[in-house]
């Protein structure tokens, strides 16, 4: 399924504070509350939904007058509650840059008994959430089921390059959504749809005369004859799009529409390009953003004189790489934030020894350059802000800075962040799909390296009459699960303060498995050896002798057993019938689970798991469980394969049931009877 449907128009951005002149009139009027829309209680084209947004308005004017170019949005939303798990639309947050300004935000509640409350000011707050953004924020009272909320605000914005966009889909079912744009005809905008066709999508022309200040035209202020162009997009009776297991962010299937300005063309002046081509953009960023970092000595002298005794006597270049990742895991740590770039100098991350996922990247990268070794930025966006577009060269579509670096003979991906990370995988969430490398001369967009989770786990043990599995585990880990495997032991070690340990930079990953731990939390593993824990680019060992209390349950004569003790699955992340968008995976799976356990003296197998062998359409995934009884032995083989990171909508039924039948031929116990002498 293509996720982006592109259409470039030519729209346009600019202007005095333009009235709307066309014939048509606003869908929503404030106060005016439908006596049918107050008495619904059900929705009937989805009778689950909690609520429903009965109109959402969108309406974007401009303003040149000020001297130089702004615009007005304003936003009207309407809102049905329906049920009381629909109280949290009344918790509303509009973010606001520090250059623009709110106005007029008014909100109100109509009850189903005629009642109308409104909010007062002192019920609205701004959170500060970085040094530019803020968010204003309320939430609305009365709420009952039943009862409408709306609410109407207007921003003054100066970021005409990219205007607001405009979601007609979210969490919850929308009855009607518009956006209106009234641009004059200097403004080439392209329009970047996604999801569903609008229902309209028009046009209307009229000439207008327009004031423009000193800076608008480029050639004095004064008033102009100019054609507006007000395009107008509605849809209507859009289904709600609820989130579920493996995505990479809602906002990537939501039905939305984006405008990019691509150029301006002033009269009596020639073209102006906003939109550069990808060479430009490249040579653009390299010059004013990332070259003092990477190529000026001023920015990492402390750092490089840091590692530099690390460095004595190592000739070979693999060896040079493998030091300074090894150098920058060990030391520094992620602060939690994604960048694109540097947002302090470097040296001065080094100093407080934290820094941003683009600085610690651009330490690599620099003293890596500086050691005559072949290295590039990466830019990517990562899975929880979006998926790229390739088309344009659009530089706000990326967050996240990474490295690309010859290593063993090929160009490889590296992620500073994670001592348990080898070179050549990156941060789950920075796994997308694509990435943009800025190559001197020729820029490129790469694919990157799809990532595994393997694992082999052999369990051999007797079980005791109590229910507790005693005896010994072994286990092999490649991919994510050799990741997840050092953090965790390396927790359970208590690895000392400032070491990058844990999971703290896969934030927004996928875990559907969980630890041992946290499912037997009175488990007890001793005498435990391990290969591959200090160097994460071989596979991960473990052989540990376990204690499990709470594998069986005990019930008078029967002993009920469950002898996949880590499943692949918690629980089943497809919840719903269908899904119209697609399953995003961030890894091949390819799990091999083998349990070896000696029944207690006196007790016989009275049931055990039926053999099975499922695959999914063109080997796409495989499971198979083979179950063994052999006197007072049991022996159960499991495999569990994915080997494609991406299924379809029309794929998703098959996959739904393929991880059904996985967890309840996983969950089958083993039922023990008790011997009668």
């Not at 690599?364 to 830019?379: C, D, H, Q, R, T």
């Not at 020729?442 to 390296?449: E, F, I, K, R, S």
């Amino acid at each position: 399924m293509r996720i982006y449907s592109m259409v470039s128009l030519s729209l346009l951005l600019a202007t005095c504070l333009l009235s709307n002149l066309t014939a048509q009139s606003d869908p929503i009027k404030w106060g005016k509350i439908d006596d049918d829309e107050l008495a619904m209680t059900v929705y009937e084209p989805d009778t689950s939904a909690s609520a429903l947004v009965l109109c959402n308005f969108g309406d974007v004017q401009f303003n040149l007058t000020k001297g130089d170019i702004r615009y007005d949005f304003s936003q009207h939303k309407r809102i049905k509650i329906l049920k009381r798990a629909g109280f949290d639309q009344g918790d509303v947050a509009i973010p606001v840059h520090s250059s623009e300004k709110i106005r007029g935000l008014q909100v109100q509640v109509f009850t189903p008994d005629g009642e109308k409350y409104s909010l007062k000011n002192s019920e609205i707050f701004e959170e500060k959430v970085s040094d530019n953004w803020s968010l204003m924020k309320f939430s609305a009272s009365n709420l009952t089921e039943g009862a409408i909320m709306e609410y109407r605000y207007s921003k003054e914005s100066e970021f005409f390059t990219q205007l607001p966009e405009w979601y007609f889909q979210e969490d919850i079912p929308t009855a009607w959504s518009e956006y209106r744009l009234a641009v004059p005809e200097w403004f080439d905008y392209i329009a970047l749809t996604q999801g569903r066709n609008t229902d309209i999508h028009e046009t209307n022309t009229h000439e207008q005369t327009m004031t423009v200040g000193s800076s608008g035209a480029g050639s004095g202020s004064g008033q102009t004859r100019a054609k507006i162009y007000t395009t107008r997009y509605a849809m209507k009776d859009v289904e709600g799009l609820k989130k579920e297991g493996f995505i990479t962010t809602m906002d990537d299937y939501y039905s939305r529409v984006r405008l990019q300005l691509q150029g301006i063309t002033w009269p009596n002046q020639a073209y102006k390009p906003f939109l550069s081509t990808w060479p430009e953009l490249a040579k653009n960023i390299m010059e004013n953003q990332l070259d003092e970092h990477i190529n000026k000595n001023r920015s990492t002298k402390d750092l490089f004189e840091a590692i530099s005794s690390r460095l004595e006597g190592v000739t070979d270049p693999d060896e040079k790489v493998r030091a300074v990742y090894n150098f920058l895991t060990n030391t520094m740590e992620w602060d939690g934030r994604y960048s694109k770039g540097a947002l302090d100098k470097l040296d001065d991350c080094f100093e407080r020894k934290t820094a941003t996922s683009g600085e610690l990247n651009l330490m690599f990268i620099s003293l890596v350059k500086k050691l005559g070794i072949e290295v590039y930025p990466l830019m990517v966006s990562t899975r929880s802000h979006g998926r790229t577009i390739e088309l344009y060269p659009i530089w706000d579509q990326f967050n996240h800075l990474m490295a690309l670096v010859k290593y063993k003979g090929e160009l490889k991906v590296v992620d500073v962040g994670n001592k348990n990370r080898p070179i050549g995988l990156s941060r789950m969430n920075a796994f997308n799909g694509r990435g943009w490398a800025l190559i001197p001369e020729q820029p490129l967009w790469v694919t990157l390296p799809t990532p595994t989770r393997e694992s082999v786990t052999v369990v051999k043990g007797t079980l005791s009459e109590e229910g507790v599995l005693e005896g010994s585990m072994q286990s092999r880990q490649k991919g994510f699960a050799a990741v997840d495997g050092r953090d965790e032991i390396a927790d359970m070690m208590n690895s000392a303060p400032g070491n990058v340990s844990g999971s703290s930079d896969e934030d927004e990953g996928e875990e559907e498995q969980g630890s041992l731990r946290e499912r037997y939390p009175d488990i007890e593993l001793t005498d435990g050896q391990y290969s591959g824990l200090e160097d994460p680019e071989v596979p991960l060992g473990m052989i540990v002798n376990c204690r499990i209390p709470g594998v069986a349950i005990v019930n008078g004569d029967f002993i009920y057993f469950s002898p996949i003790i880590l499943p692949a699955f918690n629980e089943n992340p497809f919840k719903q019938e269908k899904r119209t968008y697609p399953v995003d995976v961030p890894y091949t799976i390819s799990e091999r689970y083998i349990i070896d356990v000696t029944i207690p003296e006196g007790y016989e197998i009275e049931e055990s798991p039926e053999d099975i062998r499922m695959v999914l359409p063109n080997d796409d995934g495989t499971f198979e469980i083979v179950t063994k009884l052999i006197s007072n032995k049991v022996n159960i083989n499991c495999n569990l394969t994915i080997n494609k990171i991406q299924f379809q909508p029309e794929e998703y039924p098959g996959l739904k049931k393929f991880i059904d039948l996985v967890m309840e031929k996983q969950g089958e116990q083993i039922v023990l009877h008790k011997v009668t002498k």
